[in-house]
């Protein structure tokens, strides 16, 4: 097992290029029956690309202005030239390097096991006979309706009396497996793990660890990959229970940082909270600029048999 | 796995063990311990593998929300004993206008964010079903929200929301509109909570009917057009029957997901966040639970406020048990 998380990180980020191929597929078989788009559906998309983008493009520019130009009005439409100024207030004063860390090492931890544990669980729900399989695969859709909030008081309690309270393993340990994620891996490697496969490397005497490493890894590794930036977003923005289980001013998650500083903690200072705002969501955008086509195809294709 | 070849040495000679497989590792007698190990792999390994899950989910799922009952029953001050109290909490929640106030908020606020974002969503699937042009910048533009934390894109929003300064009462000033008090007043402080809730997710939506439109089969389309059906009404008729799985799991999950809400209005709130306003106008079920747990310090009440959030997921479910059978039934026959 230790070796498999060694080398996980590296293999889910290769596969840049093979999420896409799944859903590319599906648009292509369908593109016969599609219409051409005539200029209102472009006028309505790019209204919906600009509300879209606008809140973004209006964090840079209130980031950029000192705290008295942003709530003066009217509202700056153009960048500033404070942005670095902000940027090392935020830094320095608010601790917002510290809660970058922090958050860095939360979602790689939660996203890494998550990905390991779901694609073991997805296989034995797609691909191995065991009893009650039916009924403990319809139990993991069925917890995904349990909201957190039926168990952040017994939690807060038990971290409480660990010590872990403000720790990062309180926010990191109930996050190891989603069932989201061992349901995503299941749909997936129903379909594209054959089962022939499975069975030439038992009839070749490997045993389930083996074929796990070299038979399910190299199948699964686009779905992984797409799963590992899902997960790594959602771990990345939660707010509800790290809001609980750490303090802003302790060693806060980025979202933990924010709500501090929303609720005016350190400085009243708009243009430095919206600074604040700008650094936890910048790394983000940056991986949705280059990996988005493929968390699109993700979103899509774990989507449509669900 | 070696504990496990220690573990059992028994050795039995099972009939169902591979007759004539040698192996790349045959270094001992077939049959025997290998024979054994085999079927201990086959038997036991989906369940090593399904373990972590629900071990996971027992310890931070399972038996958090059990206990979260049991507190829901007893009186328990923040680091304290509990002390059995019995329906004593809920009755309490029955009497108070809080809980009816924060429930009916969570009802409007939820219809306010989602409907109006569904439909929307439907719309824009729609207009991306078509060829396009720069069709990838178009999926990755509305789906930017989503890659936005709700602390980030709600402070965002409380600036442009300002009644003073904010964008939105200026461009409604343009249009002869006058300055809307978005944070004190009841309604436009729920409708700016749901611009919050729907900006987010509204993109994401999209993309997933958008991949439901796309496997609905082209004969379909194809005997409409020879019916003389127009384009609405094959939207209507063709496309919207289609995709109603995908659209009941969107209206689940959306309602799961308004049931909680608790980010968006503590954050635009600012210092009167967690009372949802300084009159909980804004005030959800979750803000409520939260300031009940950790402002007041009374778990039990807390707990209770919990276990009716679970059993309003559990109405909905069943509702949409029912929906979902019903429309089966209507197809089938």
Known sequence: MAHTLDRSPAGSGIPAAAPAARPGRRFRQTAGRQHHAGPLTYVLLVGAAFVSLFPLYWNVVAASHSGERVVEAPAPLLPGNRLLDNLSFAWNQVDMGEALINTT???????LSTVLFSTLAGFAFAKLPFRGRGMLLSLVVATMT?????????????????GWFDQLQ????????????????????????????????RMDGAHSLRIIWHVVFPVARPAMAVLGMLVFVQAWNDFFWPFIALTPDGNPTLQVALAGLGAGNHTVDHAVVLTGALISTVPLLLVFAFLGKHIVGGITAGAVKS | MATSVRARPDGSPPPAAPPSSPGPRGRRSPGGLRSTLYRWDIKAIPYVFVAPFFLTFAAFGLFPLIYTGWLSLNRVELGGDPTWKGLENYTDLATSEFFWNALFNTFTIGVIATVPQLLMALGLAHLLN????GRGFFRVAILAPYATSIAAATLVFAQLFNTDYGMINSVLGWVGIDPVNWESSKWPAQIAISVIVTWRWTGYNALIYLAAMQAVPQDLYEAASL???????QFISVTIPSIRPTILFTIVVST???????????????SVGISGGSGNQFQTLSLLMYEKGWVTG???????IAWVMLLLLLLVGGVQALVSRHNRKKLGG
């Open chain 1, 105 to 111: 090492i939360v979602a790689s931890l939660v996203a």
């Open chain 1, 146 to 162: 349990i909201p957190p909030q039926l168990s952040v008081i017994p939690l807060y309690q038990i971290i409480t009396d660990l």
């Open chain 1, 170 to 201: 309180s926010v990191v340990l109930p996050s190891l497996v989603a069932a989201f994620g061992v349901f995503f891996m299941r749909q997936f490697l129903v379909e594209a793990l054959p089962m022939e496969l499975v069975e030439a490397a």
């Open chain 2, 130 to 133: 078509y060829k396009l042009r």
């Open chain 2, 227 to 233: 019916d003389g059906a127009s384009r609405w009404r």
């Open chain 2, 256 to 270: 799961i997901g308004a049931t909680q809400l608790f980010g968006e209005p503590m954050l635009f709130g600012g």
């Open chain 2, 298 to 304: 009374a778990l039990g009440q807390a707990s209770a």
